[in-house]
C-alpha cells in the first residue's frame, strides 16, 4: 500500500483511490512511517489525502444545486488592514480591494453560495447547523482542510478542500483559480474573478 502512495503521489495520478483511502483509514500512521522511509513527508501524504477525498465526492458535489452549498474560507487570507467587522455569521467582507476575498466573495455568491469568512473552526459547526448547506469547500492549511474533510465525513457532508498556498496566521495566500474551479464544479458556466 505504501508502494502504491508513494507511486500515486510522484506521478500525481491517485491509482485505486477507494482502496487507498479506507487502508489508510486504518492504518494512517503505519502508512506516514513508511512513506517518510521512502522519501514522502507528512505534509505530501496529508495533500494526498486531500486530494482523494475531493476526488472521491467530485461527482456527489457536483450533483448538489449551487444555492445548497457553502464556501469557507479562514480570516488569514485577510489583509492586516481589513476593515471587515465581525457578525453573528463571521466576519463580513467589504470587497475594500486590500486582498483578494473581495475578488472571489462576491461571485460565488452570484452564483448562489453561501459564503463565511470564519474566525475560527467552530463557526463552521454553527452555520451548517444554521443554513443546513448540503456541500461545502473549505479553504484552509493542510491541516485545517484534512479536518474539515473528517468533519464532513462526521456529519454527512459532501465536502472538498482547498489548500493555501502558505500558512500562517495572517496574509497567507491561496490559488483563487483552483478554489473557483471546485466551486464550479457541475455548474454550466465557471466561476470567474471579479475585477
Known amino acids: 500500500m505504501v508502494a502504491l502512495i508513494v507511486l500515486s503521489i510522484k506521478r500525481k495520478h491517485i491509482y485505486f483511490p477507494m482502496l487507498l483511502r479506507s487502508v489508510l483509514a486504518f492504518t494512517e ?7 517518510q522511509i521512502l522519501g514522502v513527508d507528512s505534509g505530501q501524504l496529508m495533500e494526498f489525502l486531500i486530494r482523494i477525498d475531493n476526488d ?8 448538489v444545486p449551487v444555492e445548497k452549498r457553502a464556501v469557507f474560507f479562514p480570516h488569514c487570507l485577510r489583509s492586516a488592514k ?3 467587522h465581525l457578525t453573528p ?5 467589504v470587497s475594500c480591494g486590500r486582498c483578494g476575498l473581495g475578488s472571489v466573495i ?10 463565511f469568512l470564519i474566525p475560527g473552526s467552530t463557526f463552521v459547526k454553527r452555520m451548517v447547523k444554521k443554513y443546513r448547506p448540503q456541500a461545502m469547500i473549505g479553504v484552509g492549511c493542510i491541516v ?24 500562517g496566521c495572517m496574509e497567507t495566500t491561496m490559488d483563487w ?15 470567474e474573478k471579479k475585477d
Open 82 to 84: 481589513c476593515p471587515a
Open 144 to 167: 485545517e482542510v484534512k479536518e474539515g474533510l473528517e468533519l464532513g465525513k462526521r456529519i454527512h457532508m459532501i465536502t472538498l478542500g482547498v489548500v493555501t498556498k502558505t500558512d
Open 56 to 63: 472521491m465526492n467530485t461527482t456527489a458535489f457536483a450533483a
Open 29 to 35: 500512521g503505519a502508512v506516514a512511517t513508511g512513506c
Open 89 to 93: 455569521d463571521g466576519l463580513k467582507c
Open 106 to 115: 462576491p461571485p460565488l455568491e452570484d452564483a448562489g453560495y453561501l459564503t
Open 177 to 191: 483559480d483552483e478554489l473557483l474551479e471546485a466551486a464550479s464544479i457541475g455548474l454550466a458556466e465557471p466561476i
